[in-house]
């Protein structure tokens, strides 16, 4: 049973993590922007049937909850913390969403600067965004234009769509100079 050891702000003051001392996954990534996503995982669909829920993203020891700004903080904290205290390790789950990380249309791909650009992220930019609560997803790679997806706190952070964003370019152009980034 998870319970919360920690509950931190995120860069996105949409957005709070709680840090658990036991995992809720092992290993396993989740992310859903609607409950309409989270229908097949019962814990995220209960945390969506909490008014002002906007997003649920989740892993190992891990969970960000973002919400719509229509609550303050401290009356939503109370609301989540309950299924939080009360959830088991959801073992249903065996592995991650094959398209958490990127798009089933960028896996397919064969193009080699994506392979090489996913790795940079796997290895410099995805750790850094999961410490905030958050990650990203790679969609496509189409006419030099990489497009992403941010997930958890990152999806409607401020931040996201400008100073992380643009590293994430400045990287891509080292594999591609022409290689510019839209936030999708």
Not at 7 to 23: G, S, W, Y
Not at 40 to 45: I, L, R, S
Not at 75 to 84: D, F, K, N, V, Y
Not at 160 to 184: C, F, H, W
Request: some cysteine; aromatic content about 6%.
């Amino acid at each position: 049973m998870p319970k919360i050891a920690e509950i931190e702000r995120t860069p996105n003051p949409d957005a709070m993590r709680f840090v658990l001392r036991e995992p809720i996954s092992n290993g396993v990534t989740r992310s859903y922007e609607s409950p309409e996503e989270a229908t097949a995982d019962p814990f995220a669909t209960e945390l969506f049937n909490i008014p002002h829920v906007i997003s649920v993203y989740y892993v190992d020891r891990y969970i960000t909850i973002t919400q719509d700004g229509g609550i303050d903080w401290n009356t939503l904290l109370r609301q989540l913390a309950p299924p939080i205290r009360e959830a088991e390790a959801v073992d249903h789950l065996e592995t991650d969403d094959p398209n958490v990380n990127i798009s089933e249309e960028a896996r397919q791909s064969d193009d080699p600067r994506l392979v090489e650009i996913n790795k940079m992220l796997d290895e410099q930019v995805r750790p850094y965004l999961l410490a905030d609560g958050g990650g990203l997803k790679v969609v496509s790679l189409e006419n030099d234009v990489l497009k992403v997806h941010y997930q958890g706190a990152c999806g409607t952070c401020p931040t996201a769509t400008t100073g992380t964003l643009y590293a994430i370019e400045s990287m891509a152009k080292r594999v591609d100079p022409n290689i510019r980034i839209q936030s999708v």
